[in-house]
């Protein structure tokens, strides 16, 4: 793998949502749905995930090009295309599995996450709640919940709940996404 091929992890409510926005940005290469942050032994399933006793959060894992695009401009879009002043809340989804995490992968990543949360603040009225954490594992979700949205899109939940963060993000990123 190049040294530009770079992971990073988000956690910011439903996993279908931050998959589905992060599936449309130039140099985003793979988005998978998974857990992360549990404290559980062993693969937790969606099941146990939404009981919200595991501790784990739905998260997505990121592979990009760094050379097409920044971690810091993956956090910004992450940090703009959800709430990060809700704990433990999306809309109406709501348990510490639906909280707003950064799961770091190096001490750099965690730098940069520090920076931008502290820069973007300002253009919230509440404190940001955003976790920053180290990444200890990944889980894989099961694959139904694998690209979710492009396979999905015409249920309710991907009409009322991801098509309108996708035209946020459409609206506020345009010049950071792929062309179709």
């Known amino acids: 793998m190049s040294d530009s091929i770079q992971t990073a992890t988000f956690g910011g409510g439903c996993f279908w949502c931050t998959e589905a926005v992060f599936e449309e940005v130039k ?13 559980v032994p062993g693969r937790p399933t969606y099941r146990e995930i939404c009981s919200g006793l ?3 959060a739905e998260v997505i894992q990121v592979t990009f090009d760094a050379q097409t695009i920044s971690f810091e401009d993956l956090l910004v879009i992450f940090m703009t295309t959800h709430d990060p ?5 999306q809309g109406a989804d709501r348990g510490t599995q639906y909280r707003s995490v950064i799961f770091y992968h190096n001490a750099l990543q965690q730098k940069i996450a520090q920076k931008v949360l502290q820069q973007l603040q300002a253009y919230f009225e509440d404190p940001i709640v955003t976790e920053i954490s180290e990444l200890s594992v990944f889980y894989d979700a099961e694959l139904e919940h694998q690209n979710f949205y492009k396979n999905n899109s015409g249920q309710g939940y991907c009409t009322f709940v991801i098509e309108p963060k996708l035209s946020k ?9 792929k062309k179709h």
């Open 27 to 39: 140099g985003v290469q793979k988005v998978v749905s998974g857990y992360s942050g549990g404290n």
């Open 54 to 56: 595991t501790g784990a």
């Open 85 to 89: 002043t809700t704990l433990n809340r």
């Open 169 to 177: 993000l459409r609206s506020l990123h345009a010049d950071k996404l």
